[in-house]
Nanobody
Framework: QVQLVESGGGSVQPGGSLLLSCAAS????????MNWYRQAPGNEREWVSS???????NYLDSVKGRFTISRDNAKNLVYLQMNSLKPEDTGMYYC?????????WGQGTQVTVSP
């Protein structure tokens, strides 16, 4: 079955950095777009970034220039390097893919940015 397992979250001060990882299994990873979403308390889940099968990337405007998504198809991993973090980046971060017309989510990893 499809499994997505995120890791790398934590608590940092504004301006800090974190590297999130997502380990994928149960589907042909290199053939599918991978996404990162986040959800802050009281807010809806929002899309943050995507990486296509040819490593074309897209970003939410508020994270452009600060976040970088990448993938390692040999290891079935997708990453989100987050730099210059701001308090408004706080939230649970989720890895996502759509396979056979079904959405799959990981359990999430918490990112907290505070002084």
């Amino acid at each position: 079955q499809v499994q997505l397992v995120e890791s790398g979250g934590g608590s940092v001060q504004p301006g800090g950095s974190l590297l999130l990882s997502c380990a994928a299994s149960g589907f042909p990873f290199p053939l599918y777009i991978m996404n990162w979403y986040r959800q802050a308390p009281g807010n809806e889940r929002e899309w943050v970034s995507s990486i296509s099968t040819d490593s074309t990337t897209n970003y939410l405007d508020s994270v452009k220039g600060r976040f970088t998504i990448s993938r390692d198809n040999a290891k079935n991993l997708v990453y989100l390097q987050m730099n210059s973090l701001k308090p408004e980046d706080t939230g649970m971060y989720y890895c996502n893919t759509v396979w056979r017309m079904q959405n799959y989510w990981g359990q999430g990893t918490q990112v907290t940015v505070s002084p």
